[in-house]
């Protein structure tokens, strides 16, 4: 059997049309990246209906990237009202309908705004780099990276996360009945020590510019049941993985970390910079960063989060790290080996200085999008046979995520 899948091409920092290819390879058992088909769409079908070469409506696409739930294509977009800078900033969503007709703006500014500079006494609040789809209480929502000024940070841009109606553009609270998720003072410390920010997101009072460059968002049901919502920052080089706040109040655990993979620096008490640690990462050191996750589930056993790093300091690649799920213990740690886990990697053939995202096709091999490196996709395995480039350079590509099952896997399969 065969999963047969399309994949789009959505274009940032370039063209403002989205393309598609056809993706064949095998539903189960080993393969290598020659053995996938890639077919270009040159046609509409049913299942792409309307965004066959859809138009974005902006010049230069998205900012970042986009979604697919049900029926309808998210996209993050720059309309002019926010300001462009690293990543950031989309001041609204922009939702097509595949069976066509206008599109529908949902204002992010708007909400995001307002929320900011009632609780944090902030009017620069945007929302970043990408989001994930979700629905909560019945209600379909995005779930926004956003960056905002923090005074507690002497002015830093950080990250935290809010969940915007896809309804009606309003602020869905979070299970405490807060606006967004402070990931500052609800999952992170500025206390210095390695005990102290173990399980715990550091944070350095006298400021550094940017702390820390939130990048990747996804929500998911564990295998255990428990949901899930984690994120990657570029600047921390790590993943952290949360119970998901929007589910559980604090009182029931929501906010607190429960796995955490990638190497951090390690700040003193004066915001001097240590050393680098190593959570679950125990290979490598990362450098230039990461972006996005992935979550998978092998059978019902094994289930795994992927993520893309820009670079490594033992070579000069991008790579794509996918790591099984393990859910640590404070009361148990006494080191970072808490977080060891099983993990698997490949490589690609060309450096991304920014953006990039990746996911499995199959057991050890994945497809990644090269982000700024402007090559387009590449399908890579962990024994490093030859790869399979899809060439694609009328822009940057965030991430592989927006895509479209026909046959399959069972849990991935997409009815249209």
Same mark, same amino acid.
């Given at each position: 059997?065969?999963?047969?899948?399309?994949?789009?091409?959505?274009?940032?920092?370039?063209?403002?049309?989205?393309?598609?290819?056809?993706?064949?390879?095998?539903?189960?058992?080993?393969?290598?990246?020659?053995?996938?088909?890639?077919?270009?769409?040159?046609?509409?079908?049913?299942?792409?209906?309307?965004?066959?070469?859809?138009?974005?409506?902006?010049?230069?696409?998205?900012?970042?990237?986009?979604?697919?739930?049900?029926?309808?294509?998210?996209?993050?977009?720059?309309?002019?009202?926010?300001?462009?800078?690293?990543?950031?900033?989309?001041?609204?969503?922009?939702?097509?309908?595949?069976?066509?007709?206008?599109?529908?703006?949902?204002?992010? =500014?708007?909400?995001?705004?307002?929320?900011?500079?009632?609780?944090?006494?902030?009017?620069?609040?945007?929302?970043?780099?990408?989001?994930?789809?979700?629905?909560?209480?019945?209600?379909?929502?995005?779930?926004?990276?956003?960056?905002?000024?923090?005074?507690?940070?002497?002015?830093?841009?950080? *990250?935290?996360?809010?969940?915007?109606?896809?309804?009606?553009?309003?602020?869905?609270?979070?299970?405490?009945?807060?606006?967004?998720?402070?990931?500052?003072?609800?999952?992170?410390?500025?206390?210095?020590?390695?005990?102290?920010?173990?399980?715990?997101?550091?944070?350095?009072?006298?400021?550094?510019?940017?702390?820390?460059?939130?990048?990747?968002?996804?929500?998911?049901?564990?295998?255990?049941?428990?949901?899930?919502?984690?994120?990657?920052?570029?600047?921390?080089?790590?993943?952290?993985?949360?119970?998901?706040?929007?589910?559980?109040?604090?009182?029931?655990?929501?906010?607190?970390?429960?796995?955490?993979?990638?190497?951090?620096?390690?700040?003193?008490?004066? *915001?001097?910079?240590?050393?680098?640690?190593?959570?679950?990462?125990?290979?490598?050191?990362?450098?230039?960063?990461?972006?996005?996750?992935?979550?998978?589930?092998?059978?019902?056993?094994?289930?795994?989060?992927?993520?893309?790093?820009?670079?490594?300091?033992?070579?000069?690649?991008?790579?794509?790290?996918?790591?099984?799920?393990?859910?640590?213990?404070?009361?148990?740690?006494?080191?970072?080996?808490?977080?060891?886990?099983?993990?698997?990697?490949?490589?690609?053939?060309?450096?991304?200085?920014?953006? *990039?995202?990746?996911?499995?096709?199959?057991?050890?091999?994945?497809?990644?999008?090269?982000?700024?490196?402007?090559?387009?996709?590449?399908?890579? =395995?962990?024994?490093?046979?030859?790869?399979?480039?899809?060439?694609?350079?009328?822009?940057?590509?965030?991430?592989?995520?927006?895509?479209?099952?026909?046959?399959?896997?069972?849990?991935?399969?997409?009815?249209?």
């Amino acid at each position: 059997a065969s999963t047969k899948e399309y994949l789009a091409m959505v274009p940032n920092h370039g063209a403002s049309k989205v393309t598609w290819v056809q993706l064949e390879y095998p539903s189960s058992g080993t393969f290598r990246p020659k053995d996938v088909t890639v077919v270009p769409v040159t046609e509409t079908v049913d299942a792409i209906g309307s965004w066959f070469n859809l138009s974005l409506g902006e010049k230069g696409g998205t900012t970042l990237t986009a979604k697919i739930y049900g029926d309808n294509l998210y996209a993050y977009m720059n309309t002019g009202k926010a300001p462009e800078e690293r990543g950031c900033c989309a001041d609204t969503m922009r939702i097509f309908p595949r069976g066509g007709g206008k599109y529908t703006d949902i204002d992010l =500014d708007g909400a995001l705004q307002g929320a900011f500079k009632a609780t944090a006494n902030s009017s620069w609040a945007h929302a970043s780099h990408t989001f994930d789809l979700a629905e909560i209480d019945g209600e379909v929502v995005a779930l926004c990276m956003v960056l905002y000024k923090e005074k507690a940070l002497s002015e830093d841009k950080t *990250g935290a996360i809010a969940a915007v109606s896809m309804k009606t553009g309003t602020l869905k609270a979070t299970a405490d009945g807060h606006q967004y998720f402070d990931l500052l003072r609800k999952a992170g410390t500025t206390l210095a020590g390695e005990g102290n920010s173990r399980f715990k997101l550091q944070f350095v009072p006298g400021g550094l510019g940017e702390q820390w460059h939130g990048n990747g968002m996804l929500r998911f049901k564990a295998l255990d049941g428990t949901m899930i919502l984690a994120i990657t920052e570029r600047a921390s080089s790590q993943a952290t993985i949360l119970k998901d706040p929007y589910t559980y109040t604090s009182a029931q655990g929501g906010g607190e970390i429960l796995q955490r993979f990638g190497t951090p620096p390690q700040y003193g008490p004066r *915001g001097k910079y240590n050393h680098v640690r190593h959570f679950g990462m125990t290979d490598d050191t990362m450098s230039g960063g990461c972006h996005n996750l992935w979550y998978t589930r092998y059978g019902t056993s094994r289930e795994t989060l992927t993520m893309f790093l820009n670079g490594v300091m033992s070579d000069s690649k991008s790579h794509v790290y996918e790591f099984d799920l393990k859910w640590a213990k404070e009361s148990t740690s006494t080191d970072d080996s808490v977080f060891d886990t099983k993990f698997v990697k490949g490589k690609f053939s060309w450096s991304a200085q920014a953006q *990039g995202g990746a996911r499995p096709l199959g057991e050890n091999v994945w497809i990644g999008a090269s982000g700024a490196a402007e090559v387009g996709y590449e399908i890579v =395995d962990a024994s490093g046979d030859a790869s399979q480039v899809i060439s694609y350079t009328e822009a940057n590509l965030y991430d592989p995520f927006v895509r479209i099952v026909v046959s399959g896997r069972e849990e991935e399969r997409v009815v249209v």
